[in-house]
């Protein structure tokens, strides 16, 4: 498994996701997942399936030091007590004494930004996560987060796949030192049907979900979430690393964003997108 560096962090660029994943296939993916190769595990508070998650990884004969585990806290637990609270909670569930990476979720503007990364930093501070980060920020709240940590943060998780330009988020965090993490990366299946993605996955022997993955670990300090509850997929996603897009492939896969190609943006969480020029 590759790793992407990140300020610090040595984050493994491909990560197995477990949103929308239902306890039951949660205990029996990600032992298989992790037997494989995946060392990289993504939750959160709000999946409720957190501990799902810790009891796969503690039976999985994976140890635990070799699983950089990702979780996120809600926005509704932004409020200094309620977030230490629940960060004790999901260490509890997750059955380990730290994560490897914690998120804010989704911004949150009736909490001051300084008391929910003041929280973040306090967590961090206690040893009960190795590193921080943001997830949904646009580039502008991204730099009042950084402006506002003691420690560095790594990451912001954000949709990205090929018909959401994410250029200036990706800038942004380059010059910062941070990564990002991509999800959504199979846009609701819509990169299934597309004759662009298809006619280069035909040409390098591979299928659309190899390509598209490909894809966004090829760029720069790029980390990408697959997620699948078929067995024979985790083998598919995870194969990625023994081959290589031309640039001409990787500039055909950028070309296919569209200005409304973005798919997340619920009411009352989404920030103002950043514009892609």
């Known amino acids: 498994m590759h790793d992407v560096k990140a300020n ?21 993916i990600v032992p298989h997942a992790l037997k494989l190769g995946f060392r990289h595990i993504d939750t959160a508070q709000i999946y409720g399936n957190e501990a799902e998650v810790g009891e796969a990884i503690a039976g999985s004969g ?63 501070k206690a040893g009960k996560v190795r590193h921080i980060g943001v997830s949904n920020f646009s580039t502008a709240l991204m730099a009042e987060a950084i402006a506002l940590s003691d420690a560095p943060l790594v990451t912001n998780q954000v949709e990205y796949h090929p018909y959401l330009n994410q250029a200036p988020v ?9 990564s990002i993490t991509g999800y959504y990366a199979m846009a609701d299946g819509a990169v299934f049907t597309d004759a662009t993605l298809k006619d280069i996955a035909a040409r390098n022997g591979r299928s659309v979900a190899q390509i598209v993955l490909r894809w966004m670990v090829q760029q720069e300090g790029v980390i990408a979430l697959s997620k699948t509850v078929g067995e024979a997929r985790v ?28 798919i997340v943006s619920p009411n009352g969480l989404a920030p103002v997108w950043d514009k892609a020029a």
């Open 8 to 28: 610090g962090a040595s984050i493994p660029t491909l990560g197995f996701g477990t949103f929308r994943m239902p306890g039951k296939d949660v205990l029996r």
């Open 62 to 124: 994976i140890a635990r030091n070799d699983v950089f585990l990702t979780t996120k806290v809600w926005v509704d637990k932004y409020r200094h007590d309620a977030f230490i609270a629940s960060v004790d909670e999901s260490l509890k569930k997750l059955k380990t004494d730290h994560v490897d990476l914690l998120l804010l979720h989704w911004p949150n503007n009736a909490v001051p930004l300084a008391e929910q990364v003041g929280a973040l930093n306090e967590v961090h």
């Open 170 to 178: 990706l800038n942004a965090a380059r010059q910062a030192g941070m």
């Open 235 to 262: 083998a598919e996603n995870l194969a990625i690393f023994d081959f290589a897009l031309s640039a001409e492939d990787m500039a055909a896969i950028h070309a296919l964003a569209v200005p409304n190609g973005r």
